[in-house]
């Protein structure tokens, strides 16, 4: 890089210079684990090509113009139903802000919140999406740890004993609370529960991610933070990337209608995706969207089987893995003494590849952890590239 560009960054330049992003395309032969990506071939290309048609049909010349990203109409209305119908949510359409993914959703949020210095909590470990942008915002993001039933509120409380401890408290705790994304495990009811009375008696908002929640294949359902807590204390994440499509940067947040208001003035580029927008209210309102879930959860259900029988099959022993109710993820944890960070490379070269634990936290943790995605991967490369893995794990032992 011309070395005149060291003085041009900005603060958030600097930081984003000196950040790694794994590239997207893998090598030649590659089986990649890396990727939250939807399954290739489920992309609902010709219903979309349908959808065009229709608004064409219509001559719906507003999919083409500029709009507002809150309701009351459109895609809004459409997702604030869905979100009661499926959800049981109280929501207008009036509270539901769309954004260019749940990406752009969570950033403006961060913008709109977060000054340099300050800092959030956020689940350790959690997708580097939502802490890179902390980060990049200025943030000091202190990991509060999930087990096997997700965050720990027991330890949010302490991390805001021990901050206050220091005269600070942190603007918000970010969780994903359904199929977390790295470990895939699900908040359990009783701490959900304790965070919305957490949020309640501490004044601590909630930054509720919930990408993955449409996509449940097995377990009950659990009621989102969002719904049992006190109004205004949780702000919820959604996204049509998981479900619809990623190309077309659909996403939302939904709060209180007020905030959802100063949200919405908050960034310059934050105008409606109208035409994706248009698109997708036709999939969601005539039903198809619906049935579009109901078959990918068949097949991230047999996808994420056919890697945990692999696993078993497979791994050494000493390693151990989580076992999703949906979602794209498995969180590995591997033998004593091996090192996701030092085996990748090796990996690598045995044509597998996967994001090491240390990617999800904050502290330089999660060397013994990795995290691999059976989202896009067909189940063939999943018994192959397994094989690899545990081959590689093996050889390190
Ligand atoms: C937990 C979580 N939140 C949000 C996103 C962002 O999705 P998008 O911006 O495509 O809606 C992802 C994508 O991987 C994710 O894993």
Redesign the pocket.
């Known amino acids: 890089m011309d070395e005149r560009w060291n003085e041009r960054w900005s603060r958030r330049g600097k930081i984003a210079a000196n950040m790694n992003r794994p590239s997207r395309t893998a090598a030649e032969g590659m089986i990649s684990f890396v990727y939250?990506d939807p399954d290739p071939d489920s992309l609902p290309l010709e219903q979309m090509a349908r959808a065009a048609d229709v608004l064409a049909e219509n001559n719906r010349r507003d999919a083409l113009s500029y709009a507002n990203p809150v309701g009351p109409d459109g895609l809004s209305l459409a997702l604030a139903n869905k979100l009661h119908e499926d959800y049981g949510l109280d929501v207008t359409a009036e509270q539901v802000l769309l954004s260019l993914?749940?990406?752009?959703g969570?950033g403006l949020v961060v913008d709109m919140l977060v000054d340099p210095g300050d800092v959030v909590l956020a689940d350790a470990p959690a997708?580097m999406?939502?802490t890179g942008m902390f980060r990049l915002a200025g943030a000091e993001v202190v990991g509060v740890e999930v087990d096997d039933e997700g965050v720990n509120p027991d330890r949010v409380l302490e991390a805001i004993d021990r901050l206050a401890a220091e005269g600070k408290a942190p603007k918000f705790l970010y969780t994903?609370p359904t199929f977390q994304?790295p470990s895939g495990v699900e908040l359990s009811l009783e701490r959900r529960e304790k965070l919305a009375e957490i949020a309640q008696d501490k004044g601590l908002l909630i930054l509720e991610?919930d990408?993955?929640i449409d996509l449940r294949f097995s377990g009950e359902p659990k009621p989102t933070i969002f719904g049992i807590a006190e109004p205004g204390t949780v702000l919820l994440?959604g996204?049509l990337?998981k479900t619809i499509a990623?190309g077309m940067?659909l996403?939302w947040c939904a709060g209180p209608a007020d905030i959802i208001a100063v949200l919405s003035r908050g960034r310059t580029d934050s105008l409606r995706n109208t035409y994706t927008a248009a698109l997708a209210e036709w999939f969601i309102t005539t039903g198809q969207h619906r049935d579009h879930i109901a078959e990918l959860r068949n097949i991230y259900s047999t996808k994420c089987s056919q890697m945990l029988t692999a696993l078993e099959r497979e791994m050494p022993e000493g390693a151990s893995w989580t076992s999703p109710n949906g979602g794209f993820f498995i969180w590995v944890t591997l033998p004593d003494g091996v090192d996701a960070l030092d085996l990748q490379p090796i990996a690598q070269e045995n044509l597998v590849d996967y994001i090491p634990g240390t990617s999800f936290y904050s502290d330089g943790s999660g060397r013994n952890a990795l995290r691999l995605s059976f989202s896009a991967v067909t189940e063939e490369q999943i018994d192959t590239g397994i094989a690899r893995l545990a081959k590689v794990i093996r050889e390190a032992m």
Request: glycine content about 20%.
């Open positions: 939250g993914g749940a990406a752009s969570l997708w999406g939502a994903i994304n991610d990408a993955y994440f996204t990337s990623a940067r996403g």
